[in-house]
């Protein structure tokens, strides 16, 4: 009895719906993004990088408990293995004083490949578990390591709309 | 932009070093190598290049520097949020400062540098005889540099003496003048490079920056930060070098977020209590709703009113369900349309969520507008879609009830003084084109230009909806809203600036105007202490009364400038730049401003010139 259209395809035919896929730059943007959560920084132990695994409640719709804090947990864990300083910071130092930091210019330091993982890791993430719910990671790099800054998308779905209007969305390298 | 005179400093040091050095190699170091050993000049070449090396790394290298946050960062903290929040570091409480450059609260430790305009993590001092901040990245390169120097100067003072004293009548040759030369130029700088070095040490045994030392912040508290003296130095000379936040990304690679998303399981339990709700309860939601925000139409977007249409439209079903049993044939729908309207409910409370205000909205105003106008009226007045809704049923033009008192009745009606306007553009909807335009072709009713003007008719009337409410519920709006209202007002306060308070005054903040002018014409001898509120939101320009009531759970009261969006901030730094930058600035001078009060009581002159300089540097620019 509805005389608005339901479908996608029906959509397609209104007067408006070709302007926005014209643009898909704008769609990607504007039209999808509805709010960002900010997950903070936890300094309870100093000034070492580690997030906040408290759930906030913007994301109670969107996804599970578990999986938010695993996923916070396990960047935890990388940074924390980024930071440590043990035996291989204490090489690296030493041969970057006896090279007169030129050992810089070649070889990658543990930090940078951390950072790589965790980079991989979110992008995982977010393929597996956050972009199915709408969600999305940015790396906390990104942002000076302040925040995790989730993405979260308007949700059409309910509206049993079959494809929708897509979204792409950049993640963080 | 630095000016080219902050180059002096590090050009001199850099200089003085370099010609230092190369003099003693060439003119002493060979008579040394012959009649002493050749170990002695080549330890000092070795420590020469450490230092070369160290002075490189701390002039260049990024000292953590913070790039500025988004602007989505801050708006769940625009209006509301205080000067300071508070945080725990292992049992000690610590002020984190909202940093109104950088628009984020300042990590601890951090803090932003007014010479180089940007916060750095672990910040030490702004060095300019190496025209670079110390921070978290570069401090051990500045430490080392520091000792080797002083190593250095050690070695080149004593291997001139050596020769010095072995050539006692020959004190006017060539040889001998340029090693005396040399010698005078370390002995001259070695005590207070001595004396910095000797500061350093402590410092890095005690765990705490230039910074911290100097404002005395933990004088008589515990020092969160220290791990003890052994971890201190381990983790100032072998801890990872953590990543420049600066440095552009590389490729993104594209990641495809399409609907319909997975949710939780527990989500389904709300729609089994909306179908029993809905009847009964609509009344006793309102009053939570009358408090709620008016919403404001975001500019229109044809891609969001075709999401909008399909969930409002079965929510609407309901709603209109339970208000108008004897209206329309719509019982079949009404559980088909609970999951929709139950999903829209759960993310009312979000604020940049554009579907979900409008269904509290739609109940919110039925009740109240049931009585005094006919059922089509009263629908059609609470959404877009409810009037697309009821035109596509009816198909009548009453239906076209204008979109621009969309919002507005809802708040007015609650508020009583601005309610005759939307009751005016009830009763003459004609020529004001709802801003959602349907979907349906069939109904289509003007060009999409047309749409655009009900938002704009339509933010006056909130406007002065808002000025009795507390402001709150502005602040609640969706980013998009605020920002549009804030351009429109834009061009009109640059005009006048300080007078215009616009709506966001209330009367008790008249006297900021003044203050703001005050400031803009003065400028000098006393202005407003840094941080106090009275400066804050005149250097707003948008007086929001309700800030300092609504300051949280920090322990201090004051709150910071509102942000809402990049054109109003823009605007308030442009309004007087050097205003907002000095007084900006002079919160930075205490840290980088007093000299460093070393242990030794000989600390020279041009280290504290050097520290003041580097502080008050923007002073001239003023």
Known sequence: ?173 | MRRSSAYIPVSTAAALLVTSSTLFFVFTCPWLVVNVSAVFPSCVGIVFLFVMANFIMATFMDAGVFPRANEDEDKDEDFRAPLYRNVEVRGVQVRMKWCASCHFYRPPRCSHCSVCDHCVEDFDHHCPWVNNCIGRRNYRFFFLFLLSLTLHMGGVFSGGLLYVLDHPENLWELHAAVTLTVMSVSALFFIPVLGLSCFHLVLVARGRTTNEQVTGKFQGGVNPFTRGCRQNVQFVLFSPITPRYTEKLGDRLPLCIQPPFHHPESHKLSPQILPDKSLEEVDAPDSKRLTCPPPLPPKPDPVLLKNHLAALEESLLQSRLALMPSGHNMNPLQTSESPGKALYQVPRDQMGSRISPLVPQEHASEPSLLQPETHANALTLNSRSLSLKHSSRRGSQRAEIPHASQSGPTGSLQSGPTGSLSYDSLLHPAGVQPAFLPMDPGLSRGSVDMQRLPARNCSPVFMHINREPSPVRYDSLPKPLMSSIQERREPDDKDKPVQDGGIYDTPSRHSLPQDFRGLSSSRGPTPPAYGSREFLLSSAAYGYGSRSHLASSSSSSLTRAPRTASSPLHFNRSLSPSIYQSLDRQSQLPPSTLPAPLPTSSYGPQKALAYIRGGEKPEPEL
């Open chain 1, 1 to 173: 009895m509805s005389s608005a259209p339901r479908t996608a395809t029906e959509r397609t035919k209104l007067p408006y719906c070709h302007e926005s896929f014209h643009n898909l730059q704008e769609l990607r943007h504007s039209a999808s993004l509805a709010n960002k959560v900010f997950i903070q920084r936890d300094y309870t132990d100093g000034t070492v990088c580690k997030f906040q695994t408290k759930f906030p409640s913007e994301l109670d719709s969107r996804i599970e408990r578990t999986l938010f804090e695993d996923t916070v947990k396990m960047l935890n864990n990388y940074y924390a293995e980024a930071e440590k300083i043990g035996g291989q910071s204490y090489i690296e130092g030493c041969l970057a004083c006896l090279t007169v930091y030129l050992v810089f210019l070649c070889i990658e330091t543990r930090y940078d490949k951390v950072l790589k993982k965790i980079s991989r890791y979110i992008q995982e993430q977010n393929e597996k578990v956050y972009a199915p719910r709408g969600l999305l990671i940015t790396d906390p790099i990104e942002r000076g390591m302040r925040v995790i800054e989730i993405s979260v998308y308007e949700d059409r779905g309910s509206s049993g709309s079959s494809s929708g209007s897509s979204t792409t969305s950049s993640s963080g390298r």
